[in-house]
């Protein structure tokens, strides 16, 4: 049955939020997993639908997976399946990630072509020439992608952008092929570095990941025995809440989180007139009643610029600013899913090609919305905070993606959020 969220008007956030793990840093850690014989251990594992959609592929590969709280155990030594299942990659796009250690470990793999969050046309070509690069035979047909090679060779490859998820990719690829593979003009994300930590943690020899050239020594095999790594901090979702401060005008402590991981978002903030206060793992988000929130322009960039999956919650605050923003999103096409149901709720936006111009109103008012995928799901939760009246927003399977209990974490805080069939 389809759930909704019901919105009543709420006033300042006020309280402690503590940040779980991140999504995106633990879907290429599972895949990762795949590399090695061993038995993994793995820490802080957000509770997430993604995160469940991810483990149903592992296991159907062979994979065997149980859960104690936020601990995963995952064994691959039983792999028993290359052939990852149309049903199960179609519903999350980070799935195209088993692709890269499984032709590592057993020298072939079979994905479909990825589904996941409607958000620009998002290829894979990069990932592609990436294996072709190591050596690999690929082979496109009827929707589905063979990659084959009998050991993958070190190559030194050259991204022509610095895709996450093609770095993440190419670097599991990597760590068992014959020789070194330099990776240049790669992804710097937090994600990364998290990735390339736990690759080393199962005796992968990965260096420089967090810049932009990544050397990888391959090896053998990955045998580290009773092998031990816990998740970073959810950037995204520490983001999310330190908006959700912001929007409401109110005084929230975000715990748990890396600050400097957020940077970006904090550097907009305080440009839009929110005090910020940094702590060694914690972020206060408050407001000075006598600063109006004001305009700010931004422009979504690969880390460390401004992150595009917080794009659309800035938008939602960026509505309620006195003055105009203006918004370029430069990663993905198509991204401005939130534009058309935040216009509902009153907002002034304009869409000239890649950029949103966005002219401030004082309050915003409910409406009946729709979550078009994770991070516009969030970003009208995020402005019926602000709203006057009720808000009531379907599609909300797509917020549980990416946010563990966000209705009730922002309930705690002091908002009044029902989930309804
Ligand atoms: C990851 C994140 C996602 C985030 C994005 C950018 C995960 C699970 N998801 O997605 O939340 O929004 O990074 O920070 O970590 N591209 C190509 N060819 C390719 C690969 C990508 O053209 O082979 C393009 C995409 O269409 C897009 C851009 O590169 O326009 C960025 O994509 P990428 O960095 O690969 O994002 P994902 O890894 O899919």
Redo the contacts with the bound molecule.
């Keep these: 049955m389809a759930e909704k969220f019901i919105i009543q008007p709420c006033g300042a956030l006020r309280g402690a939020v503590e940040i779980y793990g991140s ?2 840093a633990v ?1 290429p850690v599972l895949a990762a997993s795949i590399l090695t014989e061993q038995p993994c251990i793995l820490q802080n594992v957000p509770n997430l639908s993604d995160v469940d959609a991810m483990t149903a592929l592992l296991e159907s590969l062979g994979v065997r997976s149980r859960s104690e709280g936020d601990t995963r155990f995952l064994d691959a030594s039983g792999v028993n399946s290359l052939d990852a299942s149309y049903e199960l990659v179609g519903k999350l ?2 799935s195209f990630l088993v692709m890269g250690p499984l032709l590592a470990r057993f020298g072939r793999a079979k994905v479909p072509l990825p589904g996941g969050c409607a958000i ?8 592609l020439k990436g294996f072709a690069a190591l050596g690999a035979d690929i082979d496109h047909s009827h929707g589905f992608v063979t990659a084959s090679a009998k050991r993958l060779k070190g190559a030194k490859i050259y991204l022509d ?1 610095p ?4 770095t993440e990719n190419i670097m599991m690829a990597a760590v068992l092929a014959e020789g070194q593979t330099i990776l240049e003009n790669c ?1 710097n ?1 937090p ?1 990364i570095v998290d990735l390339a930590n736990f690759l080393n943690t199962i005796g992968g020899k990965v260096r420089g990941a967090g810049t932009d050239a990544i050397k990888i020594e391959g090896v053998p095999r990955l045998d580290v025995k009773n092998p031990r790594h816990s998740i970073i901090p959810d950037r995204i979702e520490a983001g999310t809440f330190m908006v959700a401060a912001a929007i409401s005008r109110g005084d929230v402590t975000i715990t748990n989180v890396t600050p400097d991981h957020v940077k970006p978002v904090t550097a907009k903030l305080k440009e839009v007139n929110i005090c910020v206060e940094e702590n060694e793992d914690s972020i206060r988000v408050f407001c000075d009643p006598s600063h109006k929130i004001i305009a700010s322009d931004l422009k979504t960039l ?1 880390y460390p610029g401004f ?3 917080m794009q659309a919650q800035f938008m939602s605050l960026l509505s309620t600013a006195e003055g105009t923003s203006v918004i370029t999103e430069t ?3 198509n991204r401005f899913m939130q534009v058309g149901e935040l216009k509902r709720m009153g907002a002034e936006i304009k869409i000239e090609s890649r950029s949103a111009i966005i002219e401030g109103v004082s309050r915003l008012t409910g409406a009946q919305v729709a979550a078009s995928d994770l991070r516009a799901g969030a970003a009208l939760v995020l402005a019926a905070l602000r709203a006057d009246g009720p808000t009531e927003i379907s599609g909300i399977h797509h917020i549980d993606r990416g946010y563990d209990n966000f209705d009730s974490r922002l309930n705690k805080l002091g908002a009044s959020i029902t989930r309804e069939e």
Aim: cysteine-free; hydrophobic content about 35%; glycine content about 8%.
């Design positions: 999504k995106n879907l796009r980070a620009g046309s998002r290829p894979v070509d990069l990932h952008f895709s996450v998820g093609a992804a994300e994600e690969p992150p595009t999956d990663v993905f096409e």
